[in-house]
C-alpha cells in the first residue's frame, strides 16, 4: 500500500477555509506581505475564495443600507 495516493489531511479544509478567509479580509484593506501572499496562493482554494468574497461583497452593501437607513 506505499504506492497509494497520498490521503488528505482532514484538517486542510478548515485551515484551506480560515487561509481563504484571512486571505479576502486581507485584500478588501489592501495589506498583504509578499511571503504570505505566495502561501495563499499555494494553500488557498479559488472556490472558497469567490464564496468568501462574495459572503463579504453582501454583507457590505447590508452594512452600507443599514448606514444610509440610520442616517435617513
Excluded at 484593506?29 to 494553500?43: F, K, M, P, V, W
Excluded at 463579504?56 to 443599514?66: D, E, K, N, Q, S
Aim: zero cysteines.
Amino acid at each position: 500500500m506505499s504506492g497509494g495516493a497520498p490521503r488528505p489531511d482532514p484538517q486542510q479544509g478548515k485551515t484551506s477555509l480560515l487561509r481563504s478567509l484571512r486571505a479576502v479580509a486581507w485584500s478588501l484593506i489592501g495589506l498583504r506581505a509578499g511571503d504570505e501572499y505566495r502561501r495563499d496562493l499555494q494553500s488557498i482554494q479559488p472556490l472558497h475564495v469567490l464564496l468568501i468574497g462574495l459572503i463579504a461583497l453582501f454583507a457590505f452593501v447590508l452594512i452600507l443600507i443599514g448606514i444610509v437607513k440610520w442616517v435617513t
